[in-house]
């Protein structure tokens, strides 16, 4: 068995998973291949990624490909774009509904030997606070992405996550948009 179905056949968090709100079993969603272009490293799949089995199949994944410039068929091919989150399954929802956060023990399990695999990807693109936290070691994710020009010389964009959630974070932040969404869409450009 390869990596991908290793990660696939996961169960490591089904206890934790069966105590939540949810009360859901695992279902790790997987989508890289060695030789992509792009990493797109993000959080957890949410509810409809669970269902669908498929990274960013929500409003999120459309607003993702618009800042990044790409179509849908371009951000779904493998050959082109990593999607690894810091958990591959749907950590699920706490007692009020809340997103629940990445289970660390995934990342801590997985996330070096995907990185390994993956080898050199030209362009990464840390999506939301958790992937910030672990590839910069940054806890301030505004700090983080207004900072973009340091890692992004490196080939490394800290992004906002692109949930509804942030849209009010996007309006107080337009330097987002006019300054740091042109360089990012021409460097995805440049790599693919």
């Known amino acids: 068995m390869g990596l991908s179905e290793d990660i696939r056949a996961c169960r490591l968090c089904a206890t ?15 989508w890289f291949r060695p030789g992509a272009r792009v990493l797109v490293a993000g959080q957890a799949p949410g509810l409809r990624v669970h269902e669908s089995g498929r990274p960013f199949t929500d409003r999120s994944g459309d607003r993702l490909r618009d800042w990044m410039g790409v179509t849908e ?3 779904y091919d493998l050959s082109r774009v990593a999607v690894v989150p810091m958990a ?14 990445p289970p660390p023990s ?36 505004t700090r983080a992405v207004a900072d973009w020009r340091i ?42």
């Open 73 to 75: 068929a371009e951000f």
């Open 16 to 30: 934790r998973f069966a105590g939540t709100a949810t009360g859901h079993d695992p279902r790790p969603v997987v």
């Open 88 to 101: 591959f399954c749907f950590p699920g929802y706490d007692a009020k509904g809340a997103d629940l956060p």
């Open 151 to 192: 890692p992004a010389a490196r080939g490394v964009f800290p992004l906002p996550h692109p949930s509804w959630r942030n849209t009010g974070w996007l309006k107080r932040h337009p330097w987002f948009e006019a300054d740091l969404l042109p360089v990012l869409r021409q460097r995805v450009r440049e790599v693919l």
């Open 106 to 141: 995934c990342a801590a399990t997985w996330r070096g030997r995907v990185m390994a695999e993956l080898g050199e990807v030209p362009l990464t693109l840390l999506v939301g606070g958790a992937a910030i936290r672990w590839h910069l070691g940054l806890r301030d994710v």
